[in-house]
């Protein structure tokens, strides 16, 4: 179904209110192609401790009105049993934003590497912190 790379993103915010700050920024990825939103959830730990999880539509107004037009269609892939495994890393009084990211950038790579009858065989996404390091120790070698 899915030719394209697609990400788990889990991002952490202080507080409960889901600020659709963020949203002019992925509107602006998905209008230049570069990624598609295939799913998205909200995890809330309420300050008493509290956890629920909202879809796009559970929203209120105002932050449904600002994430709205930048997730358009969801496929309901990412649950709430998915959400609330990752409840107890989230201190209280804070939220998370969960989503199932495409990366759309990828499609013409991928039919360059179909029409030359080739196949991808490893593609994998380096954490931050393995990335670091290999920066830390390359730039140490250098100044050797």
Not at 24 to 31: N, Y
Not at 37 to 62: C, M, N, Q, R, W
Not at 67 to 87: C, H, I, N, Q, R
């Amino acid at each position: 179904m899915y030719q394209l790379p697609i990400d788990f993103v889990v991002v952490r915010f202080a507080g409960t209110d889901f600020s659709s700050a963020i949203a002019s920024s992925l509107k602006a990825l998905i209008e230049s192609n570069t990624i598609r939103i295939v799913d998205l959830l909200f995890l809330v730990k309420e300050p008493d401790g509290t956890v629920h999880v909202d879809e796009l539509s559970d929203l209120d107004d105002a932050a449904y009105a600002g994430w709205d037009p930048a997730v358009g269609d969801v496929f309901g892939y990412l649950t709430a049993e998915d959400a609330l495994l990752l409840s107890d890393s989230l201190p209280a009084n804070s939220s998370a934003v969960l989503a199932l990211v495409e990366n759309t950038w990828a499609g013409q790579m991928v039919a360059s590497i179909a029409e030359a009858r080739g196949d991808v065989l490893i593609s994998e996404r380096l954490p931050r912190a393995v990335v670091e390091d290999f920066v830390r120790l390359h730039d140490q070698l250098l100044q050797s």
